[in-house]
Nanobody
Framework: QVKLVESGGGLVQAGGSLRLSCAASITAFSFNRMNWYRQAPGKQRELVAVISSDGSTNYADSVKGRFTISRDNAKNTVYLQMSSLKPEDTAVYYC???????????WGQGTQVTVSS
């Protein structure tokens, strides 16, 4: 059974940093594209960062230059390093993937990030 478990959220002052982790129980993890989404109160869920199986990455314009997505295939874990945090980064952050073999989509339970001004 596929399971995604996020950790690392918390309360941080503006300008600070946090690193989120997502531990994935997925067969052939390295073959799957992994995504980070976030959802702020009253807003739609938005795609924040993507890392493909070949390690290529993409970011939302709002986080470019501040966030870095990475993966450790040996640990079946994807990370989101967040720096220069702003109050508008406050949201629940979700790990997401679509398993390449089955095309089924999975979400983690989310981790809250709160940035105070």
């Amino acid at each position: 059974q596929v399971k995604l478990v996020e950790s690392g959220g918390g309360l941080v002052q503006a300008g600070g940093s946090l690193r989120l982790s997502c531990a994935a129980s997925i067969t052939a993890f390295s073959f799957n594209r992994m995504n980070w989404y976030r959802q702020a109160p009253g807003k739609q869920r938005e795609l924040v960062a993507v890392i493909s199986s070949d390690g290529s990455t993409n970011y939302a314009d709002s986080v470019k230059g501040r966030f870095t997505i990475s993966r450790d295939n040996a640990k079946n874990t994807v990370y989101l390093q967040m720096s220069s945090l702003k109050p508008e980064d406050t949201a629940v952050y979700y790990c997401n993937t679509i398993v390449s073999l089955t095309k089924r989509e999975y979400w983690g339970q989310g981790t809250q990030v709160t940035v105070s001004s």
